[in-house]
């Protein structure tokens, strides 16, 4: 049963930049839409961007300036790079996985999120 | 972007009754939509696909219908382990959307 899992810093300064990854276990990264959501507190779903293992991606045109997403399959991994980022960008964020058979039409499953604080 | 429109936002039913949440999208997307389930400070998961699809698994209480704009998510007989915020989302056009979300309670 595949597993996802972010990590990365749970506070980062203003104007800096959020950094993530996404480790995939229990199965292969290789020939899934890889996508990254995120969940402001109290608030509903943003989908930020998704990344297929080719490299190639799909980011939301409200965060597309700041927005870099990669994926390394030797250690089935992907990250976020988020930059300039204000507290507006705090939120839980999630990665989750889409089957590219209906070009990414769900997500399952989803990692359990982890929450990034924007504060100095 | 495909705007999609919940309602309610929040809803309050005893455990046995009919819930229904409606989502509309902003233009058509055919049966392009899926359901969600979110608990309290967990991810969201899977239950509808394509409009209509249960996802392997999920209880046969949980219903979705609908094409073009208008789509509907029941829950025929409501449990207390139903208790959750409910999201639509759509895959009709990048980006992907989601609806705000029904607050489902229990009375």
């Known amino acids: 049963q595949v597993q996802l899992q972010e990590s990365g810093p749970g506070l980062v300064k203003p104007s800096e930049t959020l950094s993530l990854t996404c480790t995939v276990s229990?199965?292969?990264?290789?020939?899934?839409?890889w996508s990254w959501i995120r969940q402001p507190a109290g608030k509903g779903l943003e989908w930020i961007g998704r990344i297929y293992t080719s490299g190639s991606t799909n980011y939301n045109p409200s965060l597309k300036s700041r927005v870099t997403m990669s994926v390394d399959t030797s250690k089935n991994q992907f990250s976020l790079k988020l930059s300039s980022v204000t507290a507006a960008d705090t939120a839980v964020y999630y990665c989750a996985r889409s089957d590219t058979a209906r070009g990414g039409a769900w997500f399952d499953p989803w990692g359990q999120g982890t929450l990034v604080t924007v504060s100095s | 972007d495909i705007q999609m429109t919940q309602s309610p936002s929040s809803l309050s039913a005893s455990v046995g009754d009919r819930v229904t949440i409606t989502c509309q999208a902003s233009q058509d997307i055919s049966n392009y939509l899926n359901w969600y389930q979110q608990k309290p400070g967990k991810a969201p998961k899977l239950l509808i696909y394509?409009?209509?699809n249960l996802e392997t698994g999920v209880p046969s209480r949980f219903s979705g219908s609908g094409s073009g704009t208008d789509f509907t998510f029941t829950i025929s007989s409501l449990q207390p382990e139903d208790i959750a915020t409910y999201y639509c989302q759509q895959y009709d056009n990048l980006p992907r959307t989601f609806g705000q979300g029904t607050k489902v309670e229990i009375k």
């Open positions: 229990g199965g292969s990264i290789s020939s899934y839409y």
């Open positions: 394509d409009a209509s």
